[in-house]
């Protein structure tokens, strides 16, 4: 079974920087690719950003250029680098990862605020 624990959120001021990671635990399964997803209250779950086990990386729009996702997917881990951050990127931080064989998992989600 799987586990992924994210960490890094809490309040950051408008303009500020965050930095949230995301460790797996409890498999010896591989992953093909993880991400980080956010959800606002009333608002569908989004796209953040995913990297795959070859490193290659994707972006929704509003945030390309102002988060960077990296990580070490041999070693379930992966990070969100997040910079020049706007009151509208408050929402819960939930990392993502299939399986080789498929299977998708979640982690709890973190919490980030940003305040005026």
């Known amino acids: 079974q799987v586990q992924l624990v994210e960490s890094g959120g809490g309040l950051v001021q408008a303009g500020g920087s965050l930095r949230l990671t995301c460790a797996a635990s409890?498999?010896?399964?591989?992953?093909?690719?993880m991400g980080w997803y956010r959800q606002a209250p009333g608002k569908q779950r989004e796209l953040v950003a995913e990297?795959?086990?070859?490193?290659?990386?994707n972006y929704a729009d509003s945030m390309k250029g102002r988060f960077t996702i990296s990580g070490d997917i041999g070693k379930n881990t992966v990070y969100l680098q997040m910079n020049s951050m706007e009151p509208e990127d408050t929402a819960v931080y939930y990392c993502?990862?299939?399986?080789?064989?498929?299977?998708?998992?979640w982690g709890k989600g973190t919490l980030v605020t940003v305040s005026s």
């Open positions: 990297i795959d086990r070859g490193g290659y990386t």
């Open positions: 409890g498999s010896t399964a591989s992953f093909n690719d």
């Open positions: 993502n990862a299939h399986a080789v064989f498929g299977a998708a998992y």
